[in-house]
C-alpha cells in the first residue's frame, strides 16, 4: 500500500481542468435526471416499494441523494440555471425543496458525517477537486485531507475515517483511499474501483465495485480496523450503482428494475416502470430502511 503525504502532487487536469479561465464544470456535460422518493416495506424476501414520486421532474441534473439519519430529509446535488451544482434539501413530510450550499464552486455528493451535525461533499473548481464540509445550514466550513485530489465520491466509515474514489488518469487507475483526519494521511488499499462506496450497516467496513475487467466487476468489502478486503459478490453486468439495507443484503438497478442480493444472489426485487422510472442509476436508502430514492433518467 502506498502512503500520500501533504508533499503530494496530483496532476488532475483530465479531472476538473487545468487552473485556465476555460474551465468548464463537470455538470455541463451531466445528464438530466430526477430524483424519485416513496415508502420501502421491507420483511424477509418481501420487498415493496409503494407511493414512488418524483420529487424534482425536471429538466436538469438532479442527482447524488442521501437521506438524514432520521429520514425526514434528503440532502441532493442539483444544477438550476447555471452549470454550477449547489446541494438541495427535500422535505419528505412537507414535499419542499430548499437550497442548501450557496458557493462560487460545484458541490457534489452530499453525504451526511457521524455525528449528525454537518455533511461532507466534493467541491470541484477550477483547480482543485477535493472533500469538503459543511454545517447543515449550508455554513462552510473548509476543505479537509487537502493533499488528496481529484476525489470523485467518498465514504463515511467513522469520524476520523473516510474512504475515498480518486482518480486517475491516462497512465494511473482510479484508486481506493483510506483518509484520516487526524493525521491528514491517506492510503492507497485497492485500484480499478467503481464510484459507489458505503459504509456496510453494522459494521466498520466499507464496500467498493472493484473493475477486474470490462465485464468482471465485484463487490468488495474492506475492513477499516485489519485493512483485509474480502469479495461479496458479482455485480449487475455493466452496473456499479448500490445500496445497503439495513438487513444487510443489497439493491442494484438495472433498466427500470431493482434487484435484490438475497440469499448469496441476485433476485428481481421491483419493477419501477409502473411509476415511470427508467435508467436507474444511484440509489439511496434511509437507515431505518422504510424509504428509498431512486436515481432515474429524465422524461419528455
Known amino acids: 500500500m502506498r502512503t500520500l503525504s501533504a508533499a503530494l502532487l496530483v ?21 438530466s435526471t ?14 415493496d416499494i409503494v407511493d414512488l414520486v418524483n420529487v424534482t421532474d425536471r429538466a436538469g441534473y438532479d442527482n447524488q441523494p442521501q437521506f438524514a439519519p432520521d429520514g425526514a430529509a ?17 422535505d419528505v413530510s412537507t414535499g419542499a425543496t430548499s437550497q442548501v450550499t450557496h458557493t462560487a464552486g460545484s458541490e457534489y455528493s452530499p453525504t451526511i458525517m457521524p455525528g449528525g451535525t454537518e455533511f461532507s461533499t466534493i467541491r470541484e473548481e477550477a483547480a482543485r477537486q477535493q472533500l469538503w464540509r459543511f454545517g447543515l445550514d449550508g455554513s462552510d466550513r473548509g476543505g479537509l485531507l487537502d493533499a488528496v485530489q481529484p476525489v470523485g465520491y467518498h465514504a463515511w466509515g467513522d469520524a476520523n475515517t473516510v474512504a475515498m474514489f480518486v482518480l486517475g488518469d491516462s497512465l494511473t487507475p482510479a484508486t481506493l483511499q483510506i483518509g484520516s483526519l487526524d493525521s491528514g ?7 480499478d474501483i467503481g464510484r459507489s462506496l458505503h459504509r456496510i450497516p453494522g459494521t466498520h467496513s466499507i464496500s467498493f465495485v472493484h473493475k477486474v475487467s470490462d465485464d468482471e466487476w465485484l463487490i468488495k468489502a474492506i475492513d477499516l480496523d485489519t485493512r483485509s478486503i474480502t469479495t461479496l459478490t458479482s455485480t449487475l453486468l ?19 428494475m431493482l434487484h435484490r442480493w438475497l440469499a448469496g444472489e441476485w433476485q428481481e426485487a421491483a ?4 411509476f415511470g422510472v427508467n435508467g436507474v442509476s444511484r440509489i439511496a436508502v434511509n437507515p431505518a430502511g422504510d424509504r428509498i430514492a431512486v436515481v432515474g433518467e429524465h422524461g419528455e
Open 185 to 191: 494521511v491517506a492510503t492507497i488499499v485497492a485500484e
Open 34 to 47: 430526477d430524483i424519485f422518493v416513496g415508502t420501502l416495506v421491507i420483511d424477509g424476501e418481501r420487498f
Open 11 to 31: 496532476t488532475f487536469a483530465s479531472a476538473c481542468g487545468d487552473g485556465s479561465s476555460d474551465y468548464v464544470p463537470t455538470a455541463s456535460g451531466a445528464p
Open 238 to 256: 455493466g452496473r456499479e450503482d448500490y445500496a445497503w439495507l439495513p438487513d444487510g443484503t443489497i439493491v442494484m438497478g438495472d433498466g427500470s
Open 271 to 274: 419493477d419501477l416502470s409502473v
Open 74 to 90: 434528503l440532502l441532493f446535488t442539483s444544477a438550476r440555471d447555471t452549470l454550477q451544482t449547489d446541494i438541495y434539501r427535500y
